[in-house]
């Protein structure tokens, strides 16, 4: 802003001197020369001359009749006293006589000022100011001092081992001497590696913090420009300022931008990607034990980057940061909710069972969501119901209350989701059905959710093939008590092909074709994978996976029409609750199964009055399978 103030000053002041200079030749007084001073003493002699002012060596002549002028005067000693005798008034005027700075002002001023701007504006471009348009060479780091950087490992919950593995970053930084008289030399470089919204940035701050050190931070975009060369000059311009303020920190978030696989991809490599990996390569391998910085980088898709990216000497030490587990997601939210104003009734340890899957971001958001609901019902305090409302809208989407529906529509709705809850309630390796709706919510007209009673970190053959058997439910039920089948159930179809053929062709899922893999070489062309494709698998086998794939299908199909025809009882009962209440939890559910009526809605359940469906066309898109580990079946 005082660069822009500055440049449009400086225009100005260019053209007031410029101005200034014009009028001051104008100002002038103009010599007249067809007039001599031999005629001008005839006319005063003769009586044609009003009157006379006399400016220095300039006479200016008045005459009695016609246009006035100037002329010079040649240095008449009686000039005065003969216009006097012959009725001349004469005046005179002091010469204006400018001072030596003022006249190098006036004269030299425009020019001095023009080529001060001239060098401003280059200054600029050449980077003197952020973003010049020649500054394509300086790094766009961003750097936090120690005095400004105020974040500590208190406020990073959830990773606890990834913490402990990086506090030895803050030892190394605080008192290099106690490992380098072992012999020890301090890290070069730690790679982060997690799924998004895990917090890897901010464990790479926390380490900056602790340590008092500072922080640049930077992004792998930030390196690549159009013209070639200049990421490589970016990547030595920051590992310049890092040293000159060592020890450091050195941040690169989204290394996977600039440090992708060389020579890989549609066409090959690219140059200025390619050059500029090559350079922070060098950097990397050009420090020395006496430096102090220490490069941290983060991504979410570490299979991509380039093997010399990897070795020891550059990164030498890889630190997961996964998704947290039921521990971690209490720490996360404890650390959230000290942000707002929390009800009694909020436990964390409640919400973090009830929330598997969910990243730091996704918790933090998850506070933020039930904030947002009890700011709108007017509360002081965020009491359980709104975390359960949040959750809900993060898990299945917002509610579209104001959908019109057909009631025929809506009964096709209920009648799929309770096909989906049943089979999920009955086949044993299901994970518990959490809550079902005909609400619509998000591109869905009504979702299954499901919840895993525990955190998961494996996934066995019978829990697949009962998944398979669940996302059947909802066309089973259609196909057994609605008499027409719809397209509700597309998505249905292609998580369970989908998971049927990862069993086959990775897993070694099945008896006849044995634990094989038969899915290679499925790179992205585009994510830094080779454009040639290359399959060691014959046709015939292939025949063979696609009929393995067809039984596995069809058997949990049979079983699930099966299953859903023993129970058309609990299927309509579940389904007039649904048309009634349109949202039961998993009490309910428990309720209809065993033969009881459904116990009354909670009030989170009854928190918005439903609106009378009227007449529509009833359709609805496509749905996707709910994220995260949400929703097994939902329609």
């Known amino acids: 802003m005082n660069n822009q103030w500055f440049s449009k000053v400086a225009v100005w002041l260019v053209i007031a001197l410029v101005l200034f200079t014009v009028f001051k030749q104008f100002d002038k007084p103009r010599v007249v020369e067809n007039v001599t001073y031999t005629q001008f003493m005839d006319d005063a002699k003769a009586g044609k001359v009003k009157r006379v002012e006399v400016q220095g060596r300039n006479l200016k002549v008045t005459p009695s009749e016609g246009q006035g002028y100037t002329i010079a005067s040649p240095g008449d000693l009686w000039m005065v006293g003969d216009l006097m005798k012959f009725g001349v008034q004469v005046t005179g005027k002091a010469d204006e006589e400018q001072s030596i700075l003022m006249t190098i002002l006036v004269s030299w001023g425009p020019m001095l000022l023009l080529i001060a701007v001239w060098i401003y504006f280059m200054r600029q471009m ?62 070069r470089g730690v790679l982060l590696v997690g799924p998004p919204g895990t917090g890897k940035t901010l464990l790479a701050k926390a380490i900056a913090g602790e340590a008092k050190v500072p922080f640049f931070s930077i992004s792998g975009s930030d390196f690549v420009e159009m013209f070639v060369g200049v990421g490589a000059a970016r990547v030595r311009d920051m590992f310049e300022q890092a040293k000159k303020n060592s020890p450091c920190i050195v941040f690169i978030d989204e290394i996977d931008a600039v440090g992708r696989q060389r020579g890989a991809g549609v066409g090959g490599g690219n140059d200025e990607r390619e050059q500029t990996l090559n350079q922070l390569l060098v950097e990397m391998d050009g420090f020395e034990a006496s430096v102090g910085v220490i490069v941290i980088a983060a991504t979410n898709r ?20 996964p998704l947290p587990d039921i521990r971690g997601r209490e720490q996360i939210l404890l650390v959230h909710m000290r942000k707002v104003p929390i009800a009694p009734d909020v436990e964390a340890n409640t919400i973090a069972r009830g929330t598997p899957g969910f990243s730091g971001a996704d918790l933090a958001n998850l506070v933020n969501e039930a904030a947002l609901f009890a700011a709108r019902s007017s509360k002081r305090l965020v009491d359980h119901e709104d975390f359960e409302r949040a959750k809900d809208k993060i898990y ?33 390796n299901c994970d518990p059905v959490h809550k079902v709706t005909v609400i619509p919510r998000g591109r869905a007209l009504g979702i299954t959710w499901s919840l895993p009673e525990t955190d998961q970190y494996t996934r066995y053959r019978e829990q697949m093939l009962d998944d398979i058997c669940m996302m059947f439910g909802g066309r089973i039920a259609e196909e057994l008590f609605v008499g027409k089948i719809s397209t509700g159930a597309s998505n249905d179809f292609e998580r369970a092909t989908h998971t049927a053929r990862e069993m086959v062709t990775r897993y070694g899922m099945s008896d006849a074709l044995g634990p094989m893999v038969y899915a290679e070489n499925e790179g992205e062309v585009f994510l830094g994978r080779s454009m040639t494709r290359q ?37 309509e009962a579940m389904t007039k609750a649904l048309m009634e209440i349109e949202t039961i939890d998993a009490d309910q559910i428990k309720d209809i199964m065993e033969g009881r009526p459904p116990r009354a809605p909670k009030p989170s359940q009854m928190a918005f009055k439903p609106k009378r469906d009227g007449d529509g066309d009833g359709s609805a898109p496509v749905t996707p399978k709910p994220e995260p580990a949400a929703a097994e079946g939902g329609s």
Do not use: W
Request: overall charge neutral; some cysteine; hydrophobic content about 35%.
């Open 535 to 571: 399959t060691n698998i014959s046709e015939a086998t292939m025949q063979k996976v696609d009929a393995e794939i067809r039984r596995i299908l069809d058997e949990q199909y049979a079983l699930g029409k099966k299953i859903l025809g023993e129970n058309r009882d609990k299927v």
């Open 302 to 321: 570490p299979d991509v980057l380039d093997p010399a990216l990897l070795r020891p000497g550059r990164f030498d030490r890889q630190v997961v940061v």
């Open 396 to 428: 299945m989407g917002a509610e579209r209350r104001s959908m019109v529906i057909k009631e025929e529509d809506k009964l096709k709705t209920a009648y799929h989701e309770s096909g989906h809850a049943i089979l999920g309630y009955l086949l044993p």
């Open 126 to 187: 050449q980077g003197g100011g952020k973003g010049g348009a020649f500054s394509f060479g300086k790094s766009k780091a961003r750097m936090l001092d120690e005095a400004n950087n105020t974040t500590t490992f208190a406020d990073v919950a959830g990773c606890d081992e990834a913490k402990e593995e990086v506090k030895e970053l803050v030892d190394f930084l605080k008192d290099p001497q106690k490992f380098q008289k072992l012999g020890g030399r301090i890290p």
